[in-house]
């Protein structure tokens, strides 16, 4: 699940100079250090290998085990050390903290046990040789917590994706909140959260012997303390559930529960183990208890940020007052608010469904036919989604004593249909037209149009039909000429 909040109004004399300088500070930070890291990386690895620790490790933690269950089972089969079940099995062993800890303490491989003593040389050097990454130095690993690194972690990153993931997220939700707040509390507050963060993963994960680094916690708590300072306001929203998308507005104090419910939730139940979702709550809860502190304590005006255009607002307002009217069976004061509405923006989709909902009630009526030209005219004018179009057109078509279209509306649908399976009923139209209307504007271009969807889709017969028809009805048009100079067999 994905929820993020859209906000505006930067100009040149206003701009977030706290999140920009931290966004390049991470950003020069990452491809500054990221080779040097690889290379030490991969050192340590190759000596890891080499060295014999990546089988001996290994298999003392097949013995370790003891037994196989779930997503263990498939150390069962890592004995050679080049098969894919002990890389798998390498990587269960990497990721179980209870392991590690009594690996290093001595208490897996023991002194009394034959090669103890190269083994614990070879640890000794493999440690040594990973500690020299940058990751290691100043990400914060909660078995051996340092002062400084519960700050320094925040600017470092795994890789260009989880960089550019949290950029993403700091922009995004950094802006609002460094223009609403005020540089120093916005900087403050990113700083508090982002040990807050480090501080409850510490704890939750105190033998963990992996580092953690990024910014996503203090980014989480810039979330939490943005749903609390803006908890009063309405702001529109993107969300998505992975197959489908949107935005809404909402109050923003939403927000807050649905993130941390979000975060726990992929804690228990999600299958990525590598993100710090505890860094993420932490972030979250001292978030908004910051953003408290500045509303309720600090008594912080909060600037309204967002970038809601007055048309948006009214257009808002205008929808609420025409539903209401509907539920009032006021029609007219409805159909007033809706034109208001259109005339604001033109091909807004729900003030179209519900002008023709209102019309279609009284189809005697001869505002039923200049209402559904209205509505038809502005879905295709403004890509209204085909289904209205289609629907809206058929609801018409059997509704109405007498079908009481314009000739260009009739035009515009026969260039809609055929890609939506009505393709004979784009044939009927252009044949009423180019009988009745042969003056308008536009009609040869759609009978050029019409044969080339026909040749498109392999029907050569109905090409070569309507290709007559421009040729003997239109033979002066330039739509005529080009038929001829480049369709050659087909136009004859």
């Not at 609420?320 to 409805?334: K, P, Q, S, T, Y």
């Not at 209205?388 to 026969?414: F, G, I, Q």
């Amino acid at each position: 699940m994905l929820i993020v909040p859209l906000t505006g109004k930067l100009n040149l004399k206003n701009l977030p100079v706290v999140t920009i300088s931290l966004i390049v500070v991470n950003c020069a930070i990452f491809f500054l250090s990221n080779d040097t890291e690889q290379k030490t990386y991969l050192a340590a690895m190759d000596y890891y290998v080499e060295s014999g620790l990546y089988e001996t490790e290994v298999t003392a933690y097949r013995d370790y085990l003891g037994s196989y269950d779930g997503e263990r089972i498939v150390c069962r089969n890592a004995v050679d050390p080049d098969s894919q079940a002990f890389l798998s099995c390498y990587h269960l062993m990497h990721d179980d903290d209870r392991f590690q800890k009594e690996l290093t303490a001595n208490r897996i491989i023991t002194p009394g046990m034959d090669g103890y003593t190269q083994w614990r040389l070879d640890r000794d050097l493999f440690e040594a040789d990973r500690d020299k990454m940058i990751s290691r130095r100043w990400g914060l690993i909660p078995d051996k917590p340092r002062v400084l690194p519960f700050v320094t972690y925040m600017f470092l990153h795994g890789s260009l994706s989880h960089l550019v993931g949290n950029m993403i997220f700091l922009w995004l939700v950094g802006c609002a909140l460094e223009l609403g707040i005020g540089r120093l509390a916005y900087g403050v507050g990113y700083g508090i959260t982002g040990v807050c963060s480090a501080l409850l993963y510490v704890l939750v994960y105190s033998s963990s012997n992996s580092q953690l680094v990024g910014a996503s916690g203090a980014i989480a708590g810039l979330m939490g303390a943005f749903s609390l300072l803006f908890a009063g306001r309405r702001i529109r929203v993107f969300y998505s559930l992975g197959f489908y998308f949107n935005t809404v507005r909402a109050h923003a104090w939403l927000l807050f529960p649905v993130w941390v419910a979000s975060e726990v939730g992929q804690l228990v139940f999600g299958e990525v183990d590598h993100v710090a979702y505890m860094a993420h709550i932490g972030g979250l809860l001292s978030g908004g208890l910051c953003g408290l502190f500045f509303t309720r304590v600090l008594k912080q005006q909060v600037q309204d940020v967002f970038d809601v255009p007055p048309e948006e607002d009214r257009v808002t307002l205008l929808m609420d007052e025409a539903l209401a009217c509907m539920d009032r069976l006021d029609v007219a004061g409805a159909k007033q608010s809706l034109e208001t509405v259109l005339s604001l923006e033109p091909g807004h989709p729900k003030a179209l469904d519900q002008l023709y909902t209102l019309a279609r009630n009284t189809p005697n009526a001869p505002s039923y036919h200049r209402d559904t030209v209205t509505v038809l005219t502005a879905m295709l004018r403004h890509g209204g989604q085909p289904d209205s179009v289609l629907a809206t057109y058929d609801d018409y078509v059997k509704r109405a004593p007498s079908v009481k279209l314009p000739p260009s509306l009739y035009l515009a649908l026969a260039g809609f249909f055929p890609d939506h399976g009505r393709e004979a009923e784009a044939d009927r139209f252009l044949m009423m037209l180019t009988r009745k209307v042969p003056t308008l504007a536009g009609l040869p271009e759609a009978l050029l149009r019409h044969a080339t969807y026909f040749k498109r889709v392999g029907n050569d017969a109905g090409c070569r039909r309507i290709l007559a028809v421009l040729r003997s009805h239109f033979p002066d048009s330039p739509e005529a000429a080009l038929v001829q100079r480049t369709m050659g067999d087909l136009a004859t």
